[in-house]
């Protein structure tokens, strides 16, 4: 693991205060991240429904992780606004709010004004680059992706994406502060879109939804081939070591066979564009590609975080300790 440059101010977890800008679902859990290694954290939430539930859904997770993460809540606070917060005293902030661009720039320009300037101040955006957020603000060189995936707590994987203007020793320092939260972070050095894991998952979503348009293969199946094929030997190994495993010969070969015939499309496939026109939009509509009820999106729900779960255990040893 890199060390820590001297100049960072993200030192031991259980010895920074980081402030997560937004309470709903995502900065709770980049705040139960966050608490599980003794960081001293701080949700900024407006809203007061959303800032009500923060604590419960944070010592929620952080009792269902074990007993010796609990101790996190001990930390955490919940603001209504900025002016509530002793900026002198902040070392990271994670901005976690709407995936507009308007308010992620106004947040960060109202960032630069109070936040120290040796501060990290990082986005979650899973949509637009940090360079376009910070673009025109001093300081940039401080600013960082920190892409999270949902859930936060339970999906170790974090993006680091630097930016035009940003600094690599302070990604490597975000880099490290990471690894001591227990995630696995990976830096991505140039904020393209979709940065690393989505443009790796969009390609392989464009194709199967290709194959689904062509009447190649139904939904059901095409979720079948990737979680019980090649897909269940990712928990094991990614698409690179397994071409070692397998032979890169092999691999180089089927690929010039396959490659010619692969969707190439501009445009999001049909069924998923004629989803998104008419109100399919999965859970939260009723439907997408399967039917859901109340009932049938909670039990969806546990059995989701149930092999997650599982997962994570199976692979525990292999992911960085929490280091407060």
């Not at 937004?22 to 800032?51: F, I, K, N, S, Y």
């Not at 955490?76 to 709010?97: G, T, Y």
């Not at 995936?99 to 637009?128: G, I, Y």
Request: aromatic share 6%; charged share 20%; proline share 7%.
């Amino acid at each position: 693991m890199p060390d820590t440059p001297a100049t960072s101010p993200l030192a031991a977890p259980g010895k920074a205060h980081a402030v997560v800008a937004g309470g709903g679902t995502m900065g709770a859990d980049v705040a139960v991240v966050l608490a599980r290694a003794h960081c001293r954290v701080t949700v900024v939430e407006p809203d007061a429904g959303r800032a009500a539930a923060v604590s419960a859904r944070v010592g929620a997770n952080l009792a269902a992780i074990g007993p010796h993460a609990e101790a996190g809540m001990a930390g955490l606070a919940v603001a209504a606004s900025p002016e509530a917060i002793d900026w002198r005293a902040v070392d990271l902030v994670i901005e976690c709010i709407p995936e507009r661009l308007d308010l992620k720039r106004a947040l960060f320009a109202d960032l630069v004004r109070r936040a120290r300037p040796d501060a990290v101040l990082a986005s979650n955006s899973s949509s637009f680059p940090i360079s376009a957020i910070g673009a025109g603000l001093a300081t940039r060189e401080r600013m960082f992706g920190l892409h999270f995936f949902m859930p936060a707590h339970l999906v170790p994987l974090v993006e680091v994406v630097m930016g035009d203007d940003s600094d690599e020793a302070g990604a490597d320092a975000l880099i490290a502060f990471m690894r001591r939260c227990g995630m696995v972070p990976v830096k991505v050095r140039k904020d393209l879109p979709g940065f690393l894991a989505n443009r790796l998952q969009h390609a392989l979503s464009r194709e199967a939804f290709d194959l689904i348009d062509r009447g190649i293969a139904s939904p059901e199946d095409v979720d079948a081939a990737v979680r019980f094929g090649f897909g269940f030997r990712f928990l094991a190994a990614g698409p690179v070591l397994q071409r070692d495993h397998a032979g890169i010969d092999v691999h180089a070969a089927a690929g010039a066979t396959m490659y010619p015939t692969f969707c190439n499309a501009a445009e999001p496939a049909r069924c998923l564009s004629e989803r998104a026109a008419d109100g399919r939009h999965g859970m939260k509509a009723g439907e997408g590609f399967y039917p859901w009820t109340p009932q049938s999106v909670a039990a969806e729900r546990q059995r989701y975080d149930r092999l997650l779960r599982a997962g994570l255990d199976l692979i525990a040893p292999e992911l960085p300790k929490i280091e407060p």
